[in-house]
């Protein structure tokens, strides 16, 4: 089984959109963060070997901070930073730098707008505090997912989000024997705040690369790992 199964399911996909009640429960969770000029976001990522299961195969903390199109996230061992130059991934258990063209990563997890596209239906249950979103996703698509379920609270905000994936996956650490089941991740957001100041520099990318006559090498701290550099790709 991969060493990280949350990050092969998260970052095998890539925010939000307009499904009517659903849909527009969704602009308004879209527009609440995209007014945001900056935020820091705690979060939990649990994966799940099948979808009515309670047994918990993985489970992370996770941090996520935005500085207007910048932003930084980390999950257990592995960062992801995106600025205005590049777009980088640090996976500390590899010691390997992914280096790539600047592109935009978002607090959530799953393209919904593209998700919508391919909905059967869409249902909103109104759950006293929170209203869950489920989005049911037609048969025979290429989407990784059967259904997304997002939990916002009365103002919009989202407070969980869970997955369930389509397509079996083998949970056996053997390579022997197989081990099928449907996974889900749940993701928890915790503790938003909405205004966040980069005072630690995880938006520097000269803490993690240097260019130096257009090669790129790894910052002193990161001596001895590995660069992949794809900007020319």
Same mark, same amino acid.
């Given at each position: 089984?991969?060493?990280s %199964?949350i990050?092969?399911?998260?970052f095998a996909? $890539?925010i939000? $959109?307009? =499904? ?6 969704l602009?308004?969770?879209? =527009?609440?963060?995209?007014d945001?000029?900056s %935020?820091? %976001? /705690?979060m939990?990522y649990?994966?799940?070997k ?5 047994e918990?195969?993985?489970s992370?903390?996770a /941090?996520f901070?935005?500085?207007?199109e ?7 061992q592995?960062?992801f930073i995106n600025?205005?130059?590049?777009? *980088?991934k640090i ?5 390997m730098?992914? !280096?790539? #063209?600047? &592109? ?5 997890d799953v +393209? *919904?707008?593209?998700s919508l ?7 909103v =249950?109104?759950?006293?505090e929170f209203?869950?979103? &489920? /989005? *049911?996703?037609?048969d025979r698509?290429?989407?990784p997912f ?5 939990? !916002?609270?009365?103002? @919009?905000?989202i407070?969980?989000m869970?997955? @369930?994936?389509s397509? #079996?996956?083998? @949970?056996s $650490?053997s390579?022997?024997n197989k081990e ?8 928890g957001y915790?503790?938003l ?6 005072? +630690?520099?995880?938006?520097n ?5 240097l !260019?130096e006559?257009?090669k790129i090498?790894?910052a002193?701290r %990161? &001596?001895?790992?590995?660069? /992949?550099?794809?900007t020319? $790709?």
């Amino acid at each position: 089984m991969s060493k990280s %199964l949350i990050l092969l399911f998260l970052f095998a996909v $890539s925010i939000f $959109s307009h =499904a009517a009640t659903g849909k527009e429960f969704l602009k308004k969770v879209r =527009a609440n963060y995209e007014d945001l000029n900056s %935020l820091e %976001l /705690l979060m939990s990522y649990r994966l799940y070997k099948g979808h009515e299961s309670n047994e918990v195969r993985e489970s992370y903390g996770a /941090l996520f901070c935005r500085d207007g199109e910048q932003s930084y996230r980390k999950i257990d061992q592995t960062e992801f930073i995106n600025t205005k130059d590049y777009s *980088i991934k640090i996976s500390h258990s590899e010691k390997m730098i992914v !280096v790539s #063209q600047a &592109s935009k990563m978002d607090a959530f997890d799953v +393209d *919904i707008e593209t998700s919508l596209k391919w909905c059967e239906n869409v249902l909103v =249950a109104d759950k006293g505090e929170f209203n869950e979103i &489920s /989005l *049911i996703i037609k048969d025979r698509t290429d989407l990784p997912f059967s259904k997304i379920n997002v939990v !916002v609270d009365k103002k @919009f905000w989202i407070r969980e989000m869970t997955l @369930f994936y389509s397509t #079996q996956m083998n @949970f056996s $650490s053997s390579y022997t024997n197989k081990e099928m089941d449907f996974p889900k991740i749940f993701i928890g957001y915790y503790d938003l705040k909405k205004k966040w100041n980069d005072k +630690d520099g995880l938006l520097n990318m000269d803490n993690y690369i240097l !260019v130096e006559e257009k090669k790129i090498l790894p910052a002193t701290r %990161l &001596s001895g790992y590995t660069i /992949l550099n794809l900007t020319n $790709s």
